[in-house]
């Protein structure tokens, strides 16, 4: 595997759900990203790891929980959601330097 | 601080026709460039970066991004669309070191090609 790897591709969960997105990068980078993209809207920073430590919050509501185990590894909990938390959830790593991000294919998360 | 705008969230244009998608921006400090692409259920690519040196950049796909400070754009080119470029496409730029050198996303450009 090369890249970054997210699963689910898809996720459709109720309001009183607890799941977990996860992601995982082989590029060696020591810094990873969970953005959310929601339709007409820009894409939104939620959290930044670097070096496995959470070095940005975003104001992002606790229903959301991100925990990275380790720098390949990223995951985002998920509980009690809300219907207007549907969207596109992009996992991206870096390393250093100009700050480029190479992301995953996303995750599409439904709240019914 | 840093900023992004892209002047139209939709562009279409016809097959073989010239593209450009418009892009401008705010920083303090000398900004790195990028253009994202996006495809229909899929992540991020990056098109190509503007960090120093050169000020026309080429990236994949035969597209290409002119830096112009005078003007603080950082437009997308390519000379002929092909229906295969149709996709969303987002400008971004790096935040200075003391805001984390991180990326600040535009709104995004649809483009649609038309046959």
């Known amino acids: 595997e090369t890249g970054v790897t997210q699963t689910p591709r898809h996720l459709v969960m109720g309001m009183t759900n607890k799941k977990s997105l996860k992601c995982e990068q082989h590029l060696g980078h020591n810094a990873m990203y969970w953005y959310k993209q929601s339709a007409k809207k820009p894409l939104e920073l939620m959290f930044v790891y670097s070096l496995e430590e959470r070095v940005e919050n975003n104001s992002v509501p606790s229903r959301f929980s991100p925990e990275c185990p380790n720098s390949s590894h990223l995951f985002l909990h998920l509980h009690t959601l809300q219907p207007e938390d549907s969207a596109l959830y992009l996992c991206?790593?870096?390393?250093?330097?100009?700050?480029?991000?190479?992301f995953g294919e996303g995750s599409r998360l439904t709240v019914l | 601080a840093q900023s992004v705008t892209q002047l139209g969230s939709h562009v279409s244009v016809s097959e073989g026709a010239l593209v450009l998608l418009r892009c401008n921006y705010s920083s303090s400090v000398p900004p790195y460039l990028f253009w994202y692409v996006q495809y229909p259920n899929q992540g991020l690519q990056l098109l190509l970066k503007?960090?120093?040196?050169?000020?026309l950049v080429k990236g994949i796909n035969g597209f290409e991004a002119e830096f112009k400070k005078s003007e603080t754009s950082f437009h997308l080119t390519k000379p002929s669309a092909h229906m295969s470029d149709a996709a969303e496409y987002f400008c971004a730029v790096r935040r200075g070191y003391n805001q984390g050198g991180k990326l600040i996303f535009g709104q995004g450009t649809e483009l649609s090609v038309k046959p």
């Open positions: 991206a790593s870096s390393q250093g330097g100009t700050g480029e991000l190479f």
């Open positions: 503007y960090t120093t040196g050169a000020t």
